[in-house]
């Protein structure tokens, strides 16, 4: 795998795979808080600030699984 031919493919394939499961868990997390589209809507700095928390703690649940593996 080290020959860069091989190693890159892989390596973008780890990337989208990681992505996705970042996405999906950090929604997760949202909906299992009650974070929900009105509360975007009436205090939408609140929202933004609980979505970012989200997706941090997805990143670094995503991180600990694939990368720490």
Known sequence: ???????KPYLHKIDIIAAEMEED???RLAKGSG???EIKNTDPERWI???NNFR???REMVIKDIIEE
Request: hydrophobic residues 60%.
């Open 56 to 58: 941090m703690c997805a």
């Open 49 to 51: 600030g609980l979505m």
């Open 1 to 7: 795998m080290v020959k860069e031919k091989e190693l």
């Open 25 to 27: 868990l950090a929604v």
């Open 35 to 37: 974070l929900t589209e």
